[in-house]
């Protein structure tokens, strides 16, 4: 027994030396940058570990993280939030939400962030967290501007970041695997990139004819990321810190970091190249982009004083060549994250962020220049340009119609692959909004009928009112229009508005008065009248006074809002005078309401008949001889206008 019990032990022990020295290898591994291997090490150590540390849990999914494998970053990115739950740092909470993203539960990593910035209280960060997911799930929601196709010519290994050369692209690529001796990066195992430059179908934007850059002047590590001034001979492009003998020069922890060299090109070669003066090992430096105008050279770095993982910079490119002091582009580009790969064309600068929000990973970004080197608030291209993953090296060319992009998501043919899109601008759209209320009570009227014509009569938009009588309707930008509103029963009314060119604008108060067809008409001996107050004509007279012609449009009003309305003209005249005259006196003055009526657009077929009845059809006992007051004659004296189809 006391022997089974030391072979236990002992046995104990040599498994805890050699899970010390699989964790060790691990972390030489992970301290290598050779994050696939280091991957495999922990998960090793892990399956037989029940308790691992906080940083080991911290190394297994950021290793997973460097080399794209989401799924796997997110199992150890949530154990470590388990563990350290509102303690953990703002780079592994980021890259946590951002492995949510990947996976598309989107739900969760909004439900942490929120959590996240209330805990925080920076109501700037909370209000740019809100505005952004607003503008995003707008234009998710909207037709994209973007048509986008892989390129054919990518290989199944990395292939990203286009830079217009003329009519050709120059990209960076991991594709040459023939290379006897070749290095590989441990970093994810794969040949180090080279700068390849290749002919452009214009048609399509395909690549063909593709062939290394400038081969002789590569070094055998990274060259990356290259940016042409507008003569397209200087250059600057994105290489590792090497030696004069092409050896890699690392930084105090062993990191072998970038650098932009300035260079210009004759025929094949490289001359007067130089490093720029903020070059450091201590730190990378990289991603150049220079204006179409060669004055500003913006560019990526990690060196102190930033704001997150990857800053955003730009430095003025002085007539003689010389650069200015950089600048960070400030906390409204930069974030605690990575602002990566950025691209200027004219006043808009396109970059990729993991920091602001979008869909997962890298989203590109656009953000109009304001003044110098001040740029408003940055907007997400939507989900054309972006996907669940990384999506970066955005590029358009000067007329914002086609360009190239780069992406790691699923369905290519590689690790990062080219993707070319063209460009349709954005519809400009303006928003009408009203309300709808009846003539008489002033209440809203529900359920109207909004239609919207454009200047040849066409119609171009409709809606419906509202329970409280209210619509709102899109139309188009820079355009004549006509508003119009209607209801079963109802008159119709219409507006004519001119839209300007600002694209959301809304144009608001653009009310309605409805008549209901009951509100217009009166019954009276069993038969349906228009509803006017009483025609007076001068005496003797049958010619239409201003008072006559605001009733008789009253009638025109409603026959033209009601077509299959027809109605007969009845005049009427007091007993006063003899009968003879009243029965002419009252036949002329239908005949003039009738002349009234048809010359404000009614169509005679719809009076049925023109008579006047003199004094024949008293409403009271004011006949001849009866003495009655003047308001006792007045209500023989009248105009009826009885409608006899509707």
């Given at each position: 027994?006391r022997?089974?019990?030391l072979?236990?032990l002992?046995?104990?022990?040599?498994s805890?030396f050699?899970?010390?020295?699989?964790?060790?290898?691990a972390?030489?591994l992970?301290?290598?940058?050779?994050?696939?291997?280091?991957?495999?090490?922990y998960?090793?150590?892990?399956?037989?570990?029940s308790a691992p540390?906080?940083?080991?849990i911290?190394?297994?999914?950021?290793?997973?993280?460097?080399?794209?494998?989401?799924?796997s970053?997110?199992?150890?990115?949530t154990?470590?939030?388990t563990?350290l739950?509102d303690?953990?740092?703002?780079?592994h909470f980021?890259?946590y939400?951002?492995?949510?993203?990947?996976?598309?539960?989107?739900k969760?990593?909004?439900?942490?962030?929120?959590?996240?910035?209330?805990?925080?209280?920076?109501?700037?960060?909370?209000?740019?967290?809100?505005?952004?997911?607003?503008?995003?799930?707008?234009?998710?929601?909207?037709?994209?501007?973007?048509?986008?196709?892989?390129l054919?010519s990518?290989?199944?290994?990395?292939?990203?970041?286009?830079a217009?050369?003329?009519?050709?692209?120059?990209?960076?690529?991991?594709?040459?695997?023939t290379?006897v001796?070749g290095?590989?990066?441990?970093?994810?195992?794969?040949?180090?990139l080279?700068?390849?430059?290749?002919?452009r179908n214009?048609?399509?934007?395909?690549?063909?004819?593709?062939?290394?850059?400038?081969p002789?002047?590569?070094?055998?590590y990274?060259?990356?990321?290259?940016?042409f001034?507008?003569?397209?001979?200087?250059?600057?492009?994105?290489?590792?810190?090497?030696?004069p003998n092409?050896?890699?020069?690392?930084?105090?922890?062993?990191?072998?970091?970038?650098?932009?060299?300035?260079?210009t090109?004759?025929?094949?070669?490289?001359?007067?190249t130089?490093?720029?003066?903020?070059?450091?090992?201590?730190?990378?430096?990289?991603?150049?982009?220079?204006?179409?105008?060669?004055?500003?050279?913006?560019f990526?770095?990690?060196?102190p004083?930033?704001?997150g993982?990857?800053?955003?910079?730009?430095?003025?490119?002085?007539?003689?060549?010389?650069?200015?002091?950089?600048k960070?582009?400030g906390?409204?580009i930069?974030?605690?994250?990575?602002?990566?790969?950025?691209f200027i064309?004219?006043?808009?600068l396109y970059?990729?962020?993991?920091?602001?929000?979008?869909?997962g990973?890298?989203?590109?970004?656009e953000s109009?220049?304001t003044?110098?080197a001040?740029?408003?608030?940055?907007?997400?291209?939507?989900?054309?340009?972006?996907?669940n993953?990384?999506?970066f090296?955005?590029?358009?060319?000067?007329?914002k119609?086609?360009?190239?992009?780069?992406?790691?998501?699923?369905?290519?043919?590689?690790?990062?692959d080219?993707?070319?899109f063209?460009r349709?601008?954005?519809?400009?759209?303006?928003?009408?909004?009203?309300?709808?209320?009846?003539?008489?009570?002033?209440?809203?009227?529900n359920?109207?009928?909004?239609?919207?014509?454009?200047?040849?009569?066409?119609?171009?938009?409709?809606?419906?009112?509202?329970?409280?009588?209210?619509?709102?309707?899109?139309v188009?930008?820079?355009?004549?229009?006509?508003?119009?509103?209607?209801?079963?029963n109802?008159?119709?009314?219409?507006?004519?508005?001119e839209?300007?060119?600002?694209?959301?604008?809304?144009?608001?108060?653009?009310?309605?008065?409805?008549n209901?067809?009951?509100?217009?008409?009166?019954?009276?001996?069993?038969?349906?009248?228009?509803?006017?107050?009483p025609?007076?004509?001068?005496?003797d007279?049958w010619?239409i006074?201003?008072?006559?012609?605001e009733?008789?449009?009253?009638?025109?009003?409603?026959?033209?809002?009601?077509?299959?309305?027809?109605?007969?003209?009845?005049?009427?005249?007091?007993?006063?005078?003899?009968?003879?005259?009243?029965m002419?006196?009252?036949?002329?003055?239908?005949q003039?309401?009738?002349?009234?009526?048809?010359q404000?657009?009614?169509?005679?077929s719809?009076?049925?008949?023109?008579?006047?009845?003199?004094?024949?059809?008293?409403?009271?006992?004011?006949?001849?001889g009866?003495?009655c007051?003047?308001?006792?004659?007045?209500?023989?004296?009248r105009s009826?206008?009885?409608?006899?189809?509707?």
């Open positions: 027994m022997k089974l019990f072979y236990s002992l046995f104990c022990i040599a805890g050699a899970q010390q020295r699989e964790l060790k290898k972390d030489r992970f301290e290598d940058l050779a994050y696939v291997e280091a991957a495999k090490a998960e090793k150590y892990l399956k037989e570990e540390g906080t940083q080991t911290m190394n297994v999914a950021d290793a997973y993280y460097y080399t794209g494998n989401n799924g970053a997110l199992r150890w990115y154990k470590l939030y563990v739950d303690n953990m740092d703002d780079t980021n890259r939400i951002q492995t949510l993203r990947a996976t598309e539960d989107y969760k990593a909004d439900e942490l962030l929120k959590k996240r910035l209330e805990q925080k209280g920076n109501q700037a960060m909370i209000d740019r967290f809100i505005s952004q997911r607003k503008y995003l799930d707008s234009i998710n929601g909207q037709p994209s501007n973007y048509t986008v196709s892989n054919s990518n290989s199944d290994k990395a292939d990203f970041g286009t217009f050369y003329g009519s050709q692209i120059v990209f960076s690529s991991s594709r040459d695997t290379k001796g290095k590989t990066y441990s970093w994810n195992e794969q040949p180090y080279e700068l390849y430059v290749a002919d214009a048609e399509d934007g395909s690549l063909f004819n593709i062939q290394k850059f400038l002789k002047e590569q070094t055998q990274h060259n990356a990321t290259i940016s001034m507008p003569d397209l001979k200087t250059v600057y492009y994105s290489a590792n810190i090497v030696k092409d050896k890699l020069i690392t930084d105090d922890e062993g990191t072998g970091n970038f650098e932009i060299i300035k260079g090109i004759e025929g094949e070669k490289l001359s007067a130089e490093k720029l003066p903020f070059d450091d090992k201590k730190y990378s430096v990289g991603h150049p982009a220079v204006s179409a105008d060669g004055k500003w050279l913006f990526v770095s990690d060196m004083g930033g704001y993982d990857a800053d955003i910079y730009v430095a003025q490119i002085f007539d003689d060549g010389k650069l200015g002091e950089p960070n582009l906390d409204k930069n974030t605690s994250g990575r602002e990566m790969f950025p064309n004219d006043s808009i970059f990729s962020s993991d920091g602001h929000y979008g869909l990973g890298l989203d590109v970004f109009k220049m003044g110098r001040e740029f408003e608030a940055p907007k997400n291209l939507g989900n054309q340009v972006n996907s993953v990384d999506d090296a955005f590029i358009i060319d000067k007329d119609k086609y360009g190239y992009f780069s992406s790691s998501r699923k369905g290519g043919m590689g690790d990062d080219i993707y070319y063209t349709q601008e954005p519809v400009c759209i303006q928003t009408v909004s009203g309300i709808v209320t009846n003539a008489k009570y002033k209440v809203p009227i359920q109207a009928d909004i239609k919207v014509y454009d200047e040849f009569g066409d119609e171009i938009a409709s809606a419906k009112t509202k329970e409280d009588g209210t619509y709102s309707v899109e188009p930008c820079g355009s004549k229009i006509k508003v119009e509103a209607s209801k079963l109802h008159t119709k009314a219409e507006k004519e508005l839209t300007d060119k600002t694209p959301n604008h809304e144009t608001k108060d653009v009310n309605f008065e409805l209901n067809y009951e509100d217009l008409v009166k019954k009276e001996d069993d038969v349906e009248k228009v509803d006017i107050n025609i007076y004509f001068d005496y007279k010619d006074t201003p008072q006559a012609a009733e008789l449009d009253k009638v025109v009003y409603i026959m033209k809002n009601f077509p299959a309305i027809i109605i007969k003209i009845e005049s009427h005249t007091d007993s006063r005078g003899k009968d003879s005259y009243n002419t006196l009252s036949e002329n003055r239908a003039s309401t009738y002349k009234y009526i048809t404000h657009g009614i169509d005679p719809r009076i049925e008949s023109v008579k006047g009845y003199g004094e024949s059809q008293l409403r009271n006992k004011c006949s001849n009866v003495k007051s003047e308001e006792e004659h007045a209500i023989n004296r009826d206008f009885i409608i006899v189809k509707k």
